[in-house]
T-cell receptor, first 114, second 113 residues
């Protein structure tokens, strides 16, 4: 069974540009989460999808971040316009079914904003 | 006060010994507790989950939970060089959100031959 996959693995963009990150969860997992780790800090929650619906987006830092999960399969996270402080590693995780608690993480996308 | 606190280490343990990793959390409403292992530059890998007070064993790993003390630990028996990694304690969001996981900053573990 394939794990959580993320694309791209690395992205380097200039301040003010737009970047879109993609996550494909484990097949059959209804729950999809985005997290990020900025330098020197803990991994922080961004948001949670159940199928195509946003269940909890309390961790989204501001309106420059837009997450979608059309059709309840893969998800995208767009940052527009990117700022220097957005640099970090963006992780996606998925879990199975209602009330599932164990989340499995993808390899992450390392975003560098210059 | 951080929501999940861990000693950052590094914790150095001789090969074959027991490594003991500790974690405390602040939200008494938390119900689910996890240990993730993260090698440098890699993703967090779930190695243990525990939901009720007491011990849970899986191979060389034992997770211990004490909700009254808001304390979680991970014991690694017969430590191997391949166990050298950063271990992340993680707790579900409890009162604020049951879906999100809150991570500690991690403890770096080094197993010396």
């Amino acid at each position: 069974e394939a794990g959580v996959t993320q694309f791209p693995s690395h992205s380097v963009i200039e301040k003010g540009q737009t970047v879109t990150l993609r996550c494909d969860p484990i097949s059959g997992h209804d729950n999809l989460y985005w997290y990020r780790r900025v330098m020197g800090k803990e991994i922080k929650f961004l948001l949670h999808f159940v199928k195509e619906s946003k269940q909890d987006e309390s961790g989204m830092p501001n309106n420059r971040f837009l997450a979608e999960r059309t059709g309840g399969t893969y998800s995208t996270l767009k940052v527009q316009p990117a700022e220097l402080e957005d640099s970090g590693v963006y992780f996606c995780a998925s879990s199975q079914g209602t009330g599932s608690r164990e989340q499995y993480f993808g390899p992450g996308t390392r975003l560098t904003v210059t | 006060q951080k929501e999940v606190e861990q000693n950052s280490g590094p914790l150095s343990v001789p090969e074959g010994a027991i490594a003991s990793l500790n974690c405390t959390y602040s939200d008494r409403g938390s119900q689910s507790f996890f240990w993730y292992r993260q090698y440098s530059g890699k993703s967090p890998e779930l190695i243990m989950s525990i939901y009720s007070n007491g011990d849970k064993e899986d191979g060389r790993f034992t997770a211990q939970l004490n909700k009254a003390s808001q304390y979680v630990s991970l014991l690694i028996r017969d430590s191997q060089p391949s166990d050298s990694a950063t271990y992340l304690c993680a707790v579900n969001g409890g009162s604020s959100s049951a879906s999100k996981i809150i991570f500690g900053s991690g403890t770096r573990l080094s197993i010396r031959p």
